[in-house]
Structure formats: C-alpha cells, structure tokens
C-alpha cells in the first residue's frame, strides 16, 4: 500500500508501472462520490479525508454517513465527522434586523474586505438585499458587495458555520479573510461548512463580515449570518489511501494496527438497465491486523434520517423488517407528498432510505439518535437494544439515524470482510405529462424495493467483479485514447454523469433518462445539457440517449409543443409536465437534436431512430436553414455567459445540423436529399469561413472583429465525417487556442476567462497531434486536482485561479469522453 493522501486509479488500474504513476502530479479529486443512485440520493465526502467534515449531498446539505472502528476497546473515526448546528454567532434576518453598507458597482479597490477598508461613500441598507417583495433593501444588478461591522462580547472556540440564502453565488470575508465560496440558488437558509475554528477568524470586539453575491437569473437575494458548529471530537484514524475508479471509491485507513479498508460500490454498468436504475448501492469493509498481532475489531455506521428530507425542520418516522436473508431499516418524512416538490437545490422528502444487512451473527442495527448510538458503541462496542420510539419528530430533534455494527471478532493476518446496502425507494420517480412513472427497475409496477435488495444482496459477488473488470477497462480505453490526466479526467466524470440522471420506463415501456441540471436552474430534460453528456453515453448505451431525446420528440409530435423549433426542456425536475425555462434557445436545440440523432446512427451503424422522428428532424433543419446561419440575438447553451448575436460557434452547430441532417437522408436511401441539405451545409461552411475570418483565427462573432472563442462545434465534422469544412479551419482554431491558456485551461471567449471544461475536451479533440490534445488536458487536470473549492466537479470554472464560478454534480462532464467516442467512431 502507498501511504499517501490518495492513490492515482493508474497504480492499479491501467498500464502504467506503480513508479511510473508516482512521478508525476496525482490524481486529487475534489470531492469523491460514495453513494450515487440519481439527483436526490448522491452523497459526497468533500476534500481529501473522509473523516475530514460530514458527508454531504451533491448540493452541500449535510446527509451524514458516519463510521467508526473499535481497536481493543479504542473507538476512532473513519467516515464523517460527527456534528451539530450550535448557537447563532451572527444573526440573519431570521433571527435580528441588521444594517450593512452596500454597492451594486464593483469597488475601486481589492481591498474592500479588509477592515480598514474606507466604505464612507457606500451606501446603507437593511438586510435582506434583492428582488423579492420580503427584501428589505431592492438588488437589481449582477453583483452586490456588502461590508457588515459586528461587536462581538466573546467568541467561542467551536467551528464556523456561514448560514445563507442566496441566487445565485455568494462569497464571505472575516476580516478579510476568504472563508466560504458557495454557488447555486437557495431559498432557504442553507449552512456552509468552513472547517476553520470561530476563534481563528472572529475576535472579541468589532469584526468586518464582507459578502459579494452574484445574480445572473432571476430573483436575486441575499442574506448571510454565522453560526457555531460543534463535533464530537472522535479522533480519527489515519487515512492511509484514497482511490477512485469509474464505479468505486476506497479509502484505506491505519487504525492501533490493524488496516481497514472502505469500499463504495455504485454497480452503474450501462449494459445492465435493471442494475443500472436499482436504487441500491455498497459499502464494503475489510480489516487485516498490520502488526503480526491478533486484535479485537468491531465496526460502526450509520445513515441519518437526513437522507430522506429536504430540510431538517421535517418530521420523520422509522420502522424495521426483514426480506429473505436481509435485516432492513428504513426513515422517511411523516408527511409523503409524492413527487411534491420541484426545483434545484432541494433534496427529497418522500419515499424511504433503507439500510440493510444480512442475517448474521455478530451484526447488530439500532434505530436511535446519532448520539445515543455513537455513546453505546464506544462503551460496548454494539448498537443492540430497543429502538427509538419517540415519533414522528423533526429531524433536528436528537438526529435520528439507522446504525449497524459487525463485530469481526479477533481479526489477523488474513483480512475480515463485511458489506453494507443502501437504498432508496422514491415510490413514482417523475411526472411526465401529468402521469407518474415509476423507475425503470420497477416498470412492472409489481416490483418492491423489497425484492431489489434482495436482487442487489444475491448479485453482489458477481456485480463486484464486473465492475472490477468494468473499471479496468475503462481506464486502459481512456488511456489509450488521451493519456492518463485524460483517463483519470474520465473516471472523475463517470459516476456523477449517471447520477445526475433518473432512468423511468414512460406508459409504452420506453426507456426515458431524465437530466437535472444540477445548480443551474433544476430543468429537467434539458437539451443542451443533453448535447455536452452524449459522448459518454453514446460510446457505452446509446439507448440511453434516445432516453434523453424522447421526451424531447415527444414533446412536439404530440402536439403540445408547437414552435417550429426544439424545446429547451420539458419542465423542472422531477416534474416533466414542459418547458418551465423563460427563453426559447431555437438554433441551439435544433441543432443539438438533429446532432445527436446522426451520432446515434452513426454509433448504431443504421438510420433505424431517426426514421422514427423524421417529419420532426424534417421542421427543425428547415428552421436551422432559414434562421440558423447568421443567428439572431438570442442565448446558446452557455446561456450564462449573456445573449448573443450573430454568434459564430452557434453558426457552426447549425451547419452541422444541417449536415447530420444530410448525413442521415443518405443512410435512409435518399439521395437526392442527402445531396441537397450536404450542399446547403458546404454552402454555408464556405461563407462562415469569410465573414467569420479574423487574421490567424476565428471571430466569436460575424460582426465583431479582434475577438474569438471555442468553436467545439466542429468536432462533429471530425467525428461523424461529415467533411463540411476544410481540415485547416479546425487546426488554424487549434493552434491559436494554444496561444490563450490560462493556468487553469482555455477560457470560453474573449469575453471572460471563466470557462466549461466540458468543452475544453471537445476542443482538444479537433486537434491532430496527441501533445495539443494533452496541452488542453493538463491545465483542467491541474484545476481539478488544485481548485480551491472542493465540491463534486463543477464544469464551469475560473481558469485564472481555478475557483469554480458555477454548477456543480451536472451530468454534462459526459462530455470527457468525447475522445474516446472518436476512436469508437473511426472503427
């Protein structure tokens, strides 16, 4: 075992000699996934410990897995960190009116947070700042910056919390220091963890609380106070290992001499529809004495009713039972509103979380508060005994949580093996057109969560072996494709791709796999977010993405949708009912439809699918022939980044719409109409090519000279042959991107230097030679492993510091696979 702070996935999985992977920078993930069934059951260790704070849903809500290991009779931490919300340190206004001085105007110096900062000319208002019609002081521009002077009589020693509600991003400064960068939207008061002490960071006596909060969309408010966080102070054990491949993450950890080894298992095998979608994941133990000596080991973990709310102020109720061999637990809220709550950062709160184990001797499980159980635990080494039975109660109420223990029994040389199943049963798993449908497991109607446990206990020697064999795999095809940042790039991204995803059956049986868009405004079904993930899914189950663009087609050959253009979405997760997004993106759906559906034949080597939906491809190329050339003001899929006119990588997504569409005329047997549309496109390529020139590149834009930016559209000429334009226009792009790095990665345009690494990787994919597709790899490579907010992967990030601008857990990191698609493709 190497003792370090992680592993890279190479030393065992690909190629590589151990002393070969050592030489050079490892793979750091910013947050590792332990349990991913789908947007609402993701749990997350942040950083590099898994001791180092609690386990958190993708969102940053505190969802507690906690796991502790008893050595002879000493207790130490393994998973988790055990805490609380203490006392209010400083109020929000839910608490306390305060005053802040303010400026909507960035301030002339960086030193606005600092407290000696002269804010004299600022002006003054009452928290809290925004839109609303609650907001006490009106915020109507992008960004607000906010200095609040506090008097403190004492400060006390625990940890600091910032409690916040927030559209769409917000940072703190105490005493101007950095202490908190959090993105997303949240309506309500939401806690951030700081892992800094209060002591470190406030002081008796006055103190500065600066915040800058950004708006892009929407309703913006903003509203920040401080509280104490208090931990048990269990000492942890010493993690040794971290390693992370497509399907599983494993922490090794030194504990009094003996080596446990913690193993997450998401079975997420794309050729496998039932395992796939069963919403039942692992974790394995292994102990093994290190010291040629016998010890005594017993085992602790445990699941917070957390899991099953979406805020703690919700009440719960707990119950037991058994299926076949398995001892099950289950929490869930008191109040089921099935499918009752929509939107993006929120969690849900109806169905049950289920922890199971077989039947077994030496293996216990309890149902009581989190503090009880930990107490029993390091007194007796088991949570035996009866279960709580004060309910329903809020979950803030004495934390209730389902707690297991194994005791190993005196454990050796040879190693000492357990597992542990978590479920999540969501009973109708989304609306679509007003109709329920369940999951895809459950299609039948007849299925229980019951019998999936059961399944998941029977299957789970052979699922660990596929999936070993699955990862392996994996990494070498990466590998081979792009190099190892790439492959430890596509490892990263596997998981959270799948996750941010819900696979149900529709009335007919049809596979429907449905996106969240995960921080960005909980659309579901979005189309271009579809576009960036498809690679993946196409290289490993393109019937996944016909799942992606059904409800898309449907949606118009209904009739419901009447636009001569795509939709953008079909409504806000998990309620598919249509398209709740405020603006039409025409031009960038269109395309991204017809794309998609060429990529699909082109994978499957027939045109069988898009025979199914051609009078609609038919509507949408001849809009992209009419309007889609030179586009008018109006958003594309990094809508973040503003509107646009005459937008010259959109341009290219419609030549190439218009060319897939020809693609797939010729694959049908009509020529002739394969001939039209593949003219029209070679047309228009050629005129892109003299209204867009700028010198030794590309212009962002037909009207804007001494400008440019990624054109990642054009790799679908490369990968589908579709031989549109001339080679030269994506080699001339190439090799001018190279002159614009940034530490961080290639900035999206000349407008900003944030940018989306997604397509950073299809535009290292139009490049020819393997050291220009690394040179784009190795920055993202660096802001992955160097970034300082570390949280699931964002895909939109700052490439002068590497913080993350925005996003986070989204499905669009599919897109890393692209490389590999092009390599499937040309076989």
């Known amino acids: 075992m190497i003792k370090a702070a992680w592993i890279f996935a190479s030393v065992t999985l690909g190629s590589q000699s151990p002393g070969a992977a050592q030489s050079r920078q490892a793979l750091n993930p910013p947050a590792t996934p332990l349990i991913t069934i789908d947007p609402y059951t993701s749990i997350w260790s942040y950083g590099e410990q898994l001791t180092g704070e609690p386990t958190r849903h993708w969102t940053g809500r505190t969802h507690q897995l906690n796991g502790l290991v008893r050595v002879d009779g000493q207790t130490f931490r393994f998973m988790g960190n055990p805490t609380f919300a203490g006392g209010t340190i400083v109020p929000t206004t839910q608490q306390a009116r305060y005053q802040a001085k303010y400026l909507t105007t960035k301030p002339v110096s960086d030193n606005w947070a600092q407290p000696g900062f002269d804010d004299s000319t600022w002006q003054i208002g009452e928290g809290t700042f925004g839109t609303r019609n609650t907001d006490k002081t009106p915020w109507k521009t992008e960004e607000i910056w906010l200095r609040r002077t506090v008097t403190l009589d004492k400060v006390p020693d625990g940890k600091l919390l910032v409690k916040a509600i927030y559209n769409d991003n917000y940072e703190v400064f105490i005493n101007g220091v950095r202490v908190a960068g959090v993105a997303g939207v949240a309506a309500d008061y939401e806690m951030a963890a700081t892992n800094r002490k209060v002591s470190e960071l406030l002081k008796?006596?006055?103190n500065v609380i600066a915040v800058h909060s950004q708006n892009f969309s929407g309703q913006g408010f903003v509203d920040v106070g401080l509280v104490q966080e208090y931990d048990l102070n269990i000492p942890a054990a010493t993690q040794t290992g971290r390693r992370l491949t497509a399907t599983q993450s494993e922490y090794t950890f030194d504990a009094n001499g003996v080596e446990l080894t913690v193993t997450f298992l998401a079975p997420l095998l794309m050729d496998n529809l039932d395992v796939l979608s069963r919403p039942v994941q692992y974790v394995t133990y292994k102990a093994r004495s290190k010291d040629g000596k016998r010890h005594s080991v017993q085992l602790y973990t445990s699941a917070s009713a957390e899991l099953a709310v979406n805020s703690t102020d919700q009440t719960v109720a707990w119950n037991r039972g058994q299926t076949g061999n398995l001892n099950f637990m289950r929490v869930g809220t008191s109040d089921q509103k099935v499918l009752g709550r929509k939107g993006d950062n929120v969690r849900i709160d109806w169905g049950h979380l289920y922890v199971a184990t077989p039947k077994a001797a030496g293996i216990d499980n309890r149902m009581g508060s989190?503090?009880?159980?930990?107490?029993?635990?390091?007194?007796?080494?088991?949570?035996?005994?009866?279960d709580d039975s004060r309910m329903p109660r809020p979950v803030t109420d004495?934390?209730?949580?389902?707690?297991t223990t194994f005791d190993l029994g005196q454990v050796a040389a040879q190693a000492v093996e357990r597992h542990w199943l978590v479920g999540y049963d969501d009973v109708k798993s989304v609306e679509y057109f007003q109709q329920p449908l369940n999951a895809w497991w459950r299609r039948d109607g007849k299925k229980t969560i019951e019998q999936a446990l059961q399944a998941a206990e029977s299957e789970y020697t052979a699922l660990r072996s596929r999936c070993d064999a699955f990862d392996k795999q994996l990494y070498s095809d990466a590998q081979k494709a792009g190099g190892n940042a790439y492959a430890d790039l596509c490892v990263l991204a596997y998981r959270q791709a799948i996750a941010a995803h819900k696979l149900v059956a529709d009335p007919k049986g049809t596979p429907l796999f449905f996106s969240k868009e995960n921080f960005s405004n909980g659309s579901i079904g979005t189309v271009d977010v579809t576009y960036p993930s498809a690679p993946m899914f196409l290289l490993y189950n393109p019937t996944l993405l016909k799942g992606m663009l059904e409800p898309i087609f449907y949606y118009s050959e209904s009739g419901k949708w009447t636009k001569p253009f795509a939709a953008h979405d079909v409504g806000t997760y998990p309620i598919a009912n249509g398209q709740t997004y405020g603006e039409d993106m025409p031009v960038e759906e269109c395309g991204n439809m017809l794309i998609l559906t060429a990529a699909i034949a082109a994978i499957e080597g027939k045109p069988d699918y898009a025979r199914q939906h051609w009078p609609t491809l038919t509507t949408w190329v001849e809009y992209l022939k009419k309007e889609g050339f030179d586009p008018a003001n109006q958003l594309c899929t990094d809508d973040f980044a503003g509107h646009l006119a005459r937008n010259a990588n959109l341009s290219v997504k419609a030549i190439m719409g218009i060319a897939s569409y020809g693609k797939l005329a010729g694959m049908l047997g009509q020529k002739a109409v394969a001939d039209e549309y593949t003219k029209v496109a070679r047309s228009m390529a050629r005129q892109w090519m003299d209204m867009a020139q700028d010198g030794d590149h590309y212009a962002l834009t037909f009207d804007k000279k001494d400008s440019w930016s990624q054109k990642y559209n054009l790799v679908w000429d490369k990968l589908l042959g579709l031989n549109i334009f001339p080679k030269e226009v994506a080699q001339k792009e190439v090799q001018y991107y190279l002159t614009k790095q940034q530490p961080y990665g290639l900035?999206?345009?000349?407008?900003k230097t944030y940018t989306k690494s997604d397509w950073i990787v299809?535009?290292?994919t139009l490049a020819d030679r393997p050291a220009d597709f690394d040179a784009f790899i190795q920055p993202v490579y660096r802001f992955v492993n160097e970034s300082p907010d570390r949280i699931p992967?964002?895909?939109?990030?700052?490439?002068t510091n590497g913080k993350h601008v925005g996003f986070r857990a989204r499905s669009v990191v599919g897109g890393y696979f692209i490389k590999m698609l092009e390599g499937r493709l040309k076989k």
Do not use: I, M, N, Y
Not at 398 to 403: N, P, R, T
Not at 747 to 751: E, I, N, Q, V
């Open 370 to 386: 989190l503090t009880s159980t930990l107490a029993q635990f390091g007194r007796q080494g088991t949570v035996s005994g009866a």
């Open 398 to 403: 004495s934390l209730l949580v389902l707690a």
């Open 204 to 206: 008796p006596g006055p």
């Open 747 to 751: 900035p999206l345009d000349s407008r």
């Open 793 to 799: 992967l964002s895909d939109w990030h700052e490439t």
């Open 762 to 764: 299809w535009t290292a």
